[in-house]
């Protein structure tokens, strides 16, 4: 019951999503112990004009 | 004020939903004893590419 | 895996947040004709002093 | 790192999101005193069977 | 129906928060052009041990 | 500007959050190619009367 929600920009592709949500397991299973089967990622992808930083739309950087 | 954030892997009818939200919200207030007006639901649904599980994508089992 | 997010005023006994999970699950499975076990609720207990409404935290109204 | 997530109807234009950003950024680093590159905002936009209040969905007001 | 999370580091005052919820909401207000009444603000305050960047800790900085 | 939310049960130690805090930020920069300071990791601990799975709060299993 590791629930983990990451919030990305969007372009991934699915390889790297795939390769993120093994990494991402395996990294929580080690630092806990948990089972791995207890992990649940949610992953949101945003588009360049849904994220600032420092007041500035990502798009406009 | 309770505040509600459901995450769902995509797919629902416009139907299951109004049906998801009638019926969380009557649970909310039943349970909480609060007034109905005061329940928000937000749904965010999920490509199958975006929740992984025991550290594999869904679009993957 | 419907995940559900909660936000609640502090202040709810054991007993009612036992209701809660009960009756939303159930709604959720009611709804989306999904299994019982894919159904996680996490509750979050906010201070008076950390929400607002119309620009005024609940505990100066 | 105040981090902030904001839910939206869908619908807003980026010149809106722009605004939004500069002046909910300057809001927090007001407030806070802290600075202005610590501030990250997340938009995300609902569509409007993504979204109830009251037990009725958006779309359905 | 704004619906605003901001995450921050523990130790603010009430009168922080007060000034905090105050400003953000007309910033949206302003920005988007709701009615005030629509706004709401969930405010969480993390330890600082529940914070990290660049993979640090904030309570190991 | 991975954002990254975990929630966990209570009870880890400081040493537990830190190495998870490292680790997770490796998996992230090693998928996606980003850079270790744009990663923030938000940790949220959950008390066992505020998670529930399968319509049962985790404090009763």
């Known amino acids: 019951m590791p629930i983990v929600q990451i919030e990305l920009i969007e372009g991934r592709t ?24 207890a992990v649940s990622i949610i992953m949101r992808e945003m588009q360049t004009d849904n994220f600032a930083k420092a007041g500035k739309l990502w798009c406009d950087k």
Chains 1, 2, 3, 4, 5, 6 share one sequence.
């Open 14 to 37: 699915v390889e790297q999503k795939r390769v993120l949500a093994e990494k991402v397991t395996r990294a929580i299973v080690e630092s806990l112990s948990c089972p791995e089967t």
